[in-house]
């Protein structure tokens, strides 16, 4: 059984065991902070896309969805101020050569003071380092990693450089002859493809202010310190949505999304008490105010969603660069503005990690004379890679025959997984450990009375119904 401090590693493990999340290239030993999702982290990952994109675009009338391409124009980067403002500040460790990033080395810190029962110090330890952060205090950031005492991982030393910043975006080059080439990015958010299509999408779907553009896809940035499995990647995805409003409604929508992004993720359900809103102290370059929702991730609580009002700030500088007009003309007050900017951005691996961490159970079994044992995934059905397991009792006897019925019969409402193999004991485990919520075992009796045995995963409890109502009882789960 894992203890707390390995329930992450045994979380990590179980994900490769179970083809949800493979390290990339692992042939040629990984690339550091890149992952692959296998054959159910895939489905997984799609289901809570999926489920994030509904919430947003069916179930909000005035959103509606867009799909941009990753490569932009170069000066997109420069109007959004990510050429010159997405940057983190940096220290290198003269020893060993190893970057870090100061943020993540005083949150460490802290960490491990607050593990040593210091919180007081901790706390006040963190507290500084907003402050100078706030206050782009270089200097007082490197006195306050030497006063704290850290150390580098690998060297053990405390050989610091000064403390630098370092842009976070890849970049690469646009065509196919080196002299010819321009240099572009890979997008470190997607939120401004929805930006540069903002006029493209108000005026052919002729929306009223206040609407919103949901996207999801990939982002990429050069993270120094990538570490923690998918929480900080190289090469991650995002779910934003950009709601544009009339300048000065800002702090009510501000309000409004926030409840409606947690009410999401308790929709999950996540206990209330897993989730806490962190209000940003040093703002980002484009922000009037700027909240993380943070999760409490094996690793501690860490952000899942970033809450932004960005103002006017993209829509005017993208004016500014491109010299067209991103002006909105509002018929309610009969006047000429550009809109104001409530955007919504979630990481949908973190997301990910916070699903499965959530459903990751470890289960005693063991009666007075049997020694057992399970893992199993408590993942809600309508996010599980797979809904129904259809497992013949015997290969024989015209029991799989039967079982390809049900299996017809259900796999085009929802994901099915057909298995003869193996006793059926070991089958319900393997598919307890990947979340299948519901197996039905098809035996001797269903070919006298029609029925089978369906088995809820979490309870283990096993019902006998008929085989006609299979697919409408899974079905019924999956709203
Ligand atoms: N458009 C705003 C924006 O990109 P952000 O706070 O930098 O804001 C939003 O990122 C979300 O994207 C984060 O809350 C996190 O869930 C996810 N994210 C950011 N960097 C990530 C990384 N390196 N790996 C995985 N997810 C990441």
Redesign the pocket.
């Known amino acids: 059984m894992a203890t707390d401090n390995n329930r992450f590693q045994a979380i990590i493990s179980h994900c490769k065991e179970y083809g949800f999340i493979f390290q990339s290239s692992e042939i040629y030993d990984g690339l550091s902070a890149v992952y692959d999702y296998g054959q159910w982290g895939s489905e997984l990952k799609k289901n809570i896309r999926d489920y994030w994109w509904k919430s947003m675009t069916q179930m909000h009338e005035n959103i509606v969805g867009i799909d941009a391409a990753i490569f932009m124009h170069p000066t997109t980067w420069k109007a959004s101020g990510h050429v010159d403002n997405f940057s983190d500040p940096m220290i290198d460790n003269k020893d060993s050569k190893k970057r870090y990033r100061v943020d993540h080395l005083l949150e460490a810190k802290a960490d491990e003071l607050e593990k040593e029962g210091k919180k007081a110090e901790a706390d006040a330890l963190l507290a500084e380092m907003d402050k100078l952060l706030a206050a782009n205090d270089y200097d007082g950031l490197k006195k306050l990693i030497e006063d704290a005492n850290i150390k580098c991982a690998i060297s053990g030393t405390k050989n610091w450089t000064e403390v630098r910043q370092f842009n976070l975006m890849f970049s690469t080059q646009l065509g196919s002859v080196s002299e010819e080439a321009s240099e572009i990015y890979l997008r470190p ?3 401004q493809g929805i930006f540069v299509n903002f006029l493209n999408v108000q005026k052919t779907g002729r929306m009223k202010i206040p609407f919103g553009i949901a996207q999801t896809g990939k ?1 990429f ?1 050069n ?1 120094i310190v ?1 570490r923690q499995f ?5 090469e ?1 995805e ?1 779910m ?1 949505m950009q709601f544009f409003i009339r300048p000065g409604s800002q702090k009510e929508w501000y309000e409004y999304w926030k409840e409606e992004r947690m009410k999401w993720h308790l929709s999950l359900g996540i206990p209330k008490e897993k989730f806490r809103f962190h209000d940003h102290v040093k703002l980002a370059h484009y922000a009037d105010a700027a909240c ?1 929702i943070e999760y409490e991730f094996p690793i501690g609580f860490k ?4 809450i ?1 009002s960005r103002t006017d700030f993209d829509l005017k500088n993208h004016q500014l660069y491109s010299k067209k007009k991103m002006q909105y003309f509002d018929p309610e007050i009969n006047q000429n503005y550009i809109p104001y900017v409530l ?1 919504t ?3 949908l ?2 997301t990910f990690m916070m699903v499965i961490s959530e459903a990751y159970t470890e289960e005693d079994l063991s009666t007075a004379d049997k020694q057992d044992s399970r893992v199993v995934l408590k993942l809600q059905p309508k996010l599980a890679p797979i809904k129904l397991a259809v497992l013949p009792l015997l290969k024989k006897d015209g029991l799989p025959e039967i079982a390809r019925e049900i299996m017809n019969n259900c796999k085009s409402h929802f994901r099915c997984f057909y298995e003869e193999k193996d006793a059926i004991g070991r089958r319900y485990r393997r598919m307890d450990a990947i979340g299948t919520p519901f197996c039905v075992t098809i035996d001797h009796q269903t070919k006298e009375d029609g029925t089978v045995t369906i088995r809820h995963r979490d309870s283990m409890q096993q019902d006998r119904i008929p085989a006609s109502q299979v697919r409408e009882l899974v079905a019924k789960y999956l709203i």
């Open positions: 958010e997607t939120a982002a940035r993270e990538a998918i929480f900080r990647m190289r991650f995002q934003e993380d952000e899942l969603e970033g932004h955007e951005s979630v990481g691996d973190r």
